[in-house]
């Protein structure tokens, strides 16, 4: 089962890229997690069957983007030092 | 009830003590509703709260919640007057004059110092996790507000730290959003005190700070942790109830927390890693301050209380405790420092729908500037950075009813003599009227609406004459227009 996952931006044009971005995303899945992030290295496209997971968008103050994306994680980024973990 | 505690005599008010006790205060009176179907943490909750704050309901009390069997949510604990009262032991009645007189008369009472109790005798502590257990999702933290950056932990709340060489203990309102399991992101304006002990010793010094949250407060430990008073918070709050606050030490580090609240996360402030938070639903009613990179806690520890209750204040606008408990303590602040300065005001009010950005001063003007004054006085004070306006009215208005302090403002501020702006000042990045850029850098302007009489205007020839009931007819004839009101046909006023 895919996965939902959703991102703030200031303009739409920061997710048009063919290139691998990296992105502060949090699960939009039911269960006690949903709304947590990660940090992520990720590709995104405005395709949204290129992908294997969905992506929703947000602004700056909240409002829901009216486009939707799909986005494929390659990886997590652990934003800590270890003296934290 | 008067005791000796401390070596000093107090008189115990009868406030609740503890956040359970204010729940049971208030179903009593009328001013709580039990909600024992079940409801989603998601969106639900805060959408509930919401409404009781706009429609001035009943505080909710929700006792079954979604994903989360035992626990419990309070919303809106402090969103009308009638609520405050009670926090503070008063009668749910009270006009607001009259709990103010009894805020400022116990808060210029002698200080009550907390006493620490042991472990085994604090609530907080009957749940601990640490190490791997330590998980935020195990908390029932509300999404209070659709698009929000995040599900926010701390919106009713203290969070507590320490100033490592003066030993002052800081108990903020500071909001806080969960990032992840361990992490929280909270936004710490560069003048607070928190934000000041980052910048000035933590953050150049490369070192983590200690820090506590305390959520699930005694209403009077939740009003001084808003209150923008000089006096350490648990005295303050130990004033105000009457009696000494319990206080537990912390499990991982050196800070004392209330024993009797609800549950209580410590952790870390890092100083090398910042997180995204917001946005968030605002005091102001919007959401204005950018999503940004931010202040950024690393919980280590969580405990809690057997079948805790996560408060929620759901900001948005008025009427919600971001304006009526911060309008109240900042008003009356601000009414202290003008009368330590010798000021001869007859009070200080901040309306709640002015979200506390209009202070207002009734003053008896007995020399020329004395508006300037007052607002030089309260935008330089540390309160500054809170409010951009100030309008004074003269002692013949009554500072708390709306209606005559609009009509003074549009009927005697002349718009060249008597509104006077301050530029570059300090602002927060709150306010809605600021721009991107000021809001980044906590740029801010004032404005003071002077609706004064000029003193050197002659008051027999040239200050206009009140025309009102009140005002202008001869006592005998008011007195017989009101014993004959009902029987010239009105209804009784």
Known sequence: MSNKWEVFVMDLDELVSEDEMELSIRTLNDGTDKYTYKRVNCRVSDDTSAYPDHLQVRFGRGQLAPKEFSINVLSEIQRFPDKYL | ?????????????????????????????????????????????????????????????????????GFSFMGAPLSTYRRMAISLGMDPESTLPEISKE??????????????????KAPCKENILTGDDVDLCKLPIPLVHEGDGGRYVGTWHAVITKHPESGDVNWGMYRQMMYDGRTMSGAVFPFSDLGKTLSGYYLPRGEAMPFATAIGLSPLAAMAACAPSPIPEDQLTGMLAGKPVELVKCETNDLEVPANAEIILEGEIVPDVQVEEGPFGEYTGYRTSPRDFRVTFRVNCITYRNNATMTISNMGVPQ?????????????ELEKLLRSQGIPITGVYMHPRSTHHMMIVGVKPTYAGIASQIAQLAFGSKLGPWFHMVMVVDDTIDIYNWDQVYHAFCTRVNPVRDIRVYDHSTGTPLYPHASPHERKWSMGSKVVFDCTWPVDWDPINEVPTLVSFDAVYPQAIKDKVLSNWESYGFDAV
């Not at chain 2, 115990?12 to 208030?26: C, G, K, M, Q, T």
């Not at chain 2, 009176?29 to 409404?51: F, H, L, M, P």
């Not at chain 2, 919600?320 to 009356?332: C, H, I, P, Y």
């Open chain 2, 320 to 332: 919600d405790e971001g304006q009526l408990l911060r309008s109240f303590s900042l008003g009356l």
């Open chain 2, 1 to 69: 009830m008067d005791n000796q505690d401390n070596n000093h005599v107090v008189r115990d008010y009868l406030a609740p003590a503890s956040n359970r006790e204010f729940i049971e205060a208030l179903k009593k009176s009328g001013d709580c509703v039990q909600i024992d179907q079940e409801v989603d943490w998601d969106n639900e909750a805060g959408a509930i709260v919401r409404r009781c704050c706009e429609l001035e309901a009943p505080s909710p009390y929700m006792t079954k919640i979604k994903d989360y069997p």
């Open chain 2, 103 to 120: 805020y400022l008369a116990r808060t210029n009472s002698e200080p009550i110092e907390s006493v620490t109790i042991s472990k085994d």
